[in-house]
């Protein structure tokens, strides 16, 4: 058995979430490699090579891949599967660009897909959470090949090791025209990324405005090192950005620290953060669902709190 990770990059850095799909595929299978899509993209194949437990990447170079359109890469992925059966699982990131991709792939391949696993049984029966969380389903597949999108806080992230496997070119095929990339807007911050922080400081609709985020929360973030996360109600009522937002409908994560600053704890947003190491929660009430998952509850007003605790960091 064999197993192929799709990696995500950005043309320089293979992206961290790919080394969680890694170490997801050596639980499916005893041999996995890593298939790289990109231009001018060789860091990035030679990156993957160096990642523990990776038998081979294979390479596809070309100018029609510096963006990743969903089309075009998903085209890549079934011709190169058609033209090599030996697999048996293809693993990408849960990620916006896995599952936009994974789901091409499965419906060209006529397989089902593996939504959101968080572990892995046997090669053939995985574990995925439903119901936002609140309980975990077993599925099995009879498919002969497994196409899965991986929850990567349900699994350790693949370190680099010091020996470095073969790098296999392969020919980029026809892009399909079905899409077309016009720009984008990326968001720059000098904090970390959100999915990727150790720590995390997030904010709920109880802060009120913007301007008591950056006013309470930042001072914070700051003297922790922290990313900001914010729940859904406070990104709706436009108190945060929407690439802030931490929960089912928003972004998976489990940092080292959690810190919920004003948040309920609907269970969306539970279903995004409750795997982190340490949560901390403060929050006037006491009967807040927030209390029920932290392992550190401060039944206070944030607005006094808060600040009280940067001024002993």
Not at 59 to 71: C, F, G, N, Q, R
Not at 83 to 112: C, E, M, Q, W
Not at 223 to 245: E, H
Request: charged share 15%.
């Amino acid at each position: 058995m064999t197993a192929l990770v799709i990696a995500e990059h950005d043309n320089q850095h293979l992206k961290n979430a790919t080394l969680n799909a890694v170490t997801a595929a050596l639980a499916c299978a005893p041999t996995v490699h890593v298939l790289v899509m990109g231009s001018a993209s060789a860091a990035v194949a030679t990156q993957a090579a160096s990642v523990a437990g990776v038998a081979k990447v294979i390479h596809a170079d070309s100018s029609e891949l510096t963006h990743p359109l969903a089309e075009t890469i998903s085209a890549q992925v079934v011709a190169f599967l058609k033209a090599n059966s030996g697999y048996t699982h293809v693993l990408f990131a849960s990620t916006a660009s896995g599952k936009n991709i994974a789901p091409r792939v499965a419906a060209l391949l006529d397989v089902a897909q593996l939504s959101d696993i968080t572990k892995v049984v046997s090669p053939d029966t995985f574990e995925r959470p439903i119901y936002a969380g609140n309980a975990v389903a077993t599925v099995q597949s009879t498919d002969a090949l497994k196409v899965i999108t991986v929850r990567t806080t349900g699994f350790d992230a693949a370190t680099h090791g010091s020996s470095s496997a073969p790098v296999e070119s392969l020919a980029a095929v026809a892009n399909p025209a079905l899409s077309e990339f016009l720009g984008q807007e990326v968001a720059v911050s000098d904090r970390p990324e959100l999915t990727a922080a150790k720590v995390i400081v997030s904010g709920g609709r109880a802060l009120g405005s913007s301007e008591k985020f950056a006013e309470v929360l930042t001072p914070l973030a700051d003297k922790l090192g922290a990313a900001l996360g914010a729940s859904r109600a406070a990104v709706d009522a436009g108190y945060a950005p929407n690439d802030w937002q931490v929960g089912q409908t928003g972004k998976i994560v489990a940092p080292e620290l959690y810190v919920a600053c004003g948040i309920s704890g609907a269970i969306q947003h539970l279903a995004g953060m409750k795997d982190s190491k340490v949560i901390v929660a403060i929050n006037k009430d006491p009967e807040a669902p927030i209390f029920s998952v932290a392992d550190y509850g401060l039944e206070a007003d944030l607005f006094q709190a808060v600040p009280e605790w940067v001024k002993l960091l």
